[in-house]
């Protein structure tokens, strides 16, 4: 079952990663009554991931209840993007952060405490 949630976060995390690295780059543009859409080939395999990583959501949706997968998909995407951001992007963290990351992790591992425990 932890499959599906490591797919979802790959899809999820890696898209956000491939649209930020497109964000400023070179740009197709496409202009048509009034709106116009940039777009390079890290957008769009950042919007490929991120459309497989709603795909994958409903199936998630599914497989677990909705107070278990949200709070769990949330908060370790959530980590894997500020962890991302440092190794990818050389993004700085503070301590307060890095606390509150460490926090964030507790709460992950104490959901997923058997139930029989509690």
């Known amino acids: 079952m ?12 890696g ?6 690295l497109g964000a400023g780059g070179t740009n197709i543009v496409y202009e048509k009554f ?12 950042g919007l490929i991931l991120y459309l497989l990583s709603f795909l994958m959501w ?9 107070s278990y997968i949200v709070p769990i998909t949330t908060s370790i995407s959530y980590i894997a993007v500020i962890i991302s951001g440092v190794f990818i992007f ?12 460490f ?3 507790i709460g ?11």
């Open 2 to 13: 932890a499959f599906y949630i490591v797919i979802y976060l790959f899809f999820t995390v």
């Open 15 to 20: 898209g956000l990663i491939f649209m930020k």
């Open 34 to 45: 009034n709106l116009s859409i940039s777009l390079n080939l890290y957008i769009i395999l």
């Open 58 to 66: 409903i199936v998630l949706l599914k497989k677990y209840d909705l």
């Open 90 to 101: 050389n993004e700085k963290i503070s301590l307060l952060n890095g606390i509150a990351l």
């Open 103 to 105: 926090i964030i992790l």
């Open 108 to 118: 992950v591992v104490l959901l997923n405490i058997p139930k029989s425990w509690s």
